[in-house]
């Protein structure tokens, strides 16, 4: 079974970036799609973007377009969520998902993401 593993997140003032990354325990290569979702307190959870494994074609939230970008090395089964110009209200923690895996995951983008990592707090101060 596929783990994933975040890190990268931090504290950090408005303005600056942040880089995560997720490490894949296993080739994710059975896993069409892998991204990125956030879910700060009180609030639903968030995804923020995605990747297609082969193509490297992604898709971003509105609310983070033109600031984040997603990235893959499918060679170190990792994947990057590059985070510049960072606001007070991108602090969240942030998870790693693939689509497939085992019951119990989410539906998002039409594609079912059932590989979770434990999710890396990012923390912007204004």
């Known amino acids: 079974q596929v783990q994933l593993v975040e890190s990268g997140g931090g504290s950090v003032q408005a303005g600056g970036s942040l880089r995560l990354s997720c490490a894949a325990s296993e080739s994710t290569s059975s896993s069409k799609y892998m991204g990125w979702f956030r879910q700060a307190p009180g609030k639903e959870r968030e995804g923020v973007a995605r990747i297609f494994r082969t193509s490297g074609s992604t898709y971003y939230a509105d609310s983070v377009k033109g600031r984040f970008t997603i990235s893959r090395d499918n060679a170190k089964n990792t994947i990057y969520l590059q985070m510049n110009s960072l606001k007070p209200e991108d602090t969240a923690m942030y998870y790693c998902?693939?689509?497939?895996?085992?019951?119990?995951?989410?539906?998002?983008?039409?594609?079912?993401?059932?590989?979770w990592g434990h999710g890396t707090q990012v923390t912007v101060s204004s």
């Open positions: 998902a693939a689509t497939g895996g085992p019951y119990g995951g989410y539906w998002h983008w039409g594609q079912y993401f059932g590989y």
